[in-house]
């Protein structure tokens, strides 16, 4: 759907009929549109067998147009939505014009991966992440990240789209080598995503901080 501005809409049904509406940018970096990753993650969380997401505390890193963390917002969590400085206006317009179906509360910061996380102290009971496995010079900062924001109880999900060409499957090789010393992985079988956003090749992980 064409919007003014060199925008367009993605719109997202919810399991209520309720519909978020995403604007994405005409042009821009790869954070101004919206991923499916972020959309099978996105209904992940309002599937009966997925989190509890009502008066959850909630961070999501590199949120792009914030479409995960507006969708946990709509089902009652309180989310801390982060990209780079550069997403921030796109984050802010999509969280205000989805403010009436926000129930939780969100609000958008900028977060860098590898710096300084103390702002988003105590840790979150959630930390999501949509497709952010796929540049290599950024996993160790990533991966950084991760063991600095989360504790041991604190439920990571990461969903991401397992690309087979170029350095793709080596990006994402080496992001399983950075996590294995700190973190534990279990994948979530395909039969517990949502039924109708669901791909064999987008996989949702669950993850936690060893202690
Ligand atoms: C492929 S996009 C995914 C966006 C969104 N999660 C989705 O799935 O629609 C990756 C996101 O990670 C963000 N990102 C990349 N490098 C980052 C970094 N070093 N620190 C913070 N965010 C970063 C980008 O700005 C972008 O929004």
Redesign the pocket.
């Known amino acids: 759907m064409a919007d003014n501005g060199g925008m367009f809409i993605r719109e997202l049904e919810r399991g209520d009929g309720k519909v978020l509406k995403i604007r994405q940018l005409c042009s821009g970096?790869?954070?101004c549109?919206?991923?499916d990753?972020?959309i099978v993650l996105a209904k992940y969380l309002e599937s009966p067998e997925g989190p509890r997401m009502k008066e959850a505390s909630v961070l999501e890193?590199?949120?792009?147009?914030g479409?995960?963390g507006i969708m946990a917002g709509s089902l009652g969590a309180n989310v801390i939505l982060t990209?780079?400085e550069e997403?921030q206006d796109l984050m802010k317009m999509n969280i205000d014009r989805n403010a009436d179906l926000i129930t939780g509360s969100c609000q958008a910061k900028v977060?860098?991966?590898?710096e300084d996380v103390t702002e988003f102290m105590p840790p979150s009971n959630y930390i999501l992440?949509?497709?952010?496995i796929?540049y290599e010079e950024?996993l160790r900062?990533l991966v950084k990240t991760l063991k600095d924001l989360a504790s041991p109880e604190t439920c990571i999900l990461c969903c991401y789209e397992q690309r087979t060409t170029g350095k793709n499957p080596e990006i994402e090789r080496l992001f399983f080598e950075l996590m294995k010393d700190n973190f534990e992985i279990e994948k979530v079988p395909l039969d517990k995503h949502d039924t109708e956003y669901r791909s064999e090749d987008i996989h949702i992980l669950q993850v936690y901080k060893k202690n």
């Open positions: 970096d790869v954070g549109v919206v991923w990753a972020a890193l590199g949120s792009g147009t479409i995960v990209d780079l997403l977060l860098k991966w590898g992440m949509a497709d952010c796929y950024s900062p």
